[in-house]
């Protein structure tokens, strides 16, 4: 696995993994001032009393679930080493495999599954980048691929 943090598309050859440096433990706080935020009315991610009442059982045993465009947020932050000089065109197949609650650890791997030269834009190559996200368990909570343009060795957006 790379750990340099200066990617070109150059540098982004397909079967190129990463790992990031450290997770990210998440709270409740971030969990609700997150879903308040971005106006989600889900009751599950913000009222404990609902949550205990409506799903007492496994795996949620009563307690709030992390919003999972929260997660999401935070595997795509994990991992952006791998793009910090691009900016992202899109994100496909989002799977969410299990729910993350607070006090889990969120830790993430890329690895770059294709790479093309941006037909639009010279200069600039577009990647994919599949993304998995895992707990401190290592259980696999999510997976994603994300499409970044990045630029050439030597190139700037013009």
């Not at 890329?110 to 093309?116: G, L, N, T, Y």
């Not at 030269?117 to 980048?129: D, L």
């Amino acid at each position: 696995m790379n750990t340099a943090n200066e990617y070109y598309f150059e540098d982004l050859v397909p079967g190129l993994r990463f790992r990031s440096f450290y997770g990210r433990t998440l709270t409740d706080v971030d969990n609700i001032w997150f879903t308040l935020l971005t106006n989600n009315t889900n009751p599950i991610h913000f009222d404990k009393i609902y949550v205990e009442k409506n799903y007492p059982g496994e795996p949620f045993k009563g307690r709030l679930v992390i919003n999972g465009v929260l997660t999401l947020a935070i595997a795509i932050g994990l991992t952006t080493t791998l793009t910090s000089r691009g900016f992202m065109l899109g994100i496909e197949n989002v799977k969410f495999h299990k729910p993350v609650f607070a006090g889990d650890t969120i830790y993430a791997e890329a690895e770059v599954i294709e790479a093309r030269e941006s037909r639009s834009r010279p200069g600039f190559g577009v990647v994919k980048i599949r993304t998995r996200a895992y707990n401190q368990n290592n259980e696999l909570v999510l997976e994603f691929d994300r499409v970044v343009m990045v630029p050439k060795k030597g190139f700037s957006w013009r």
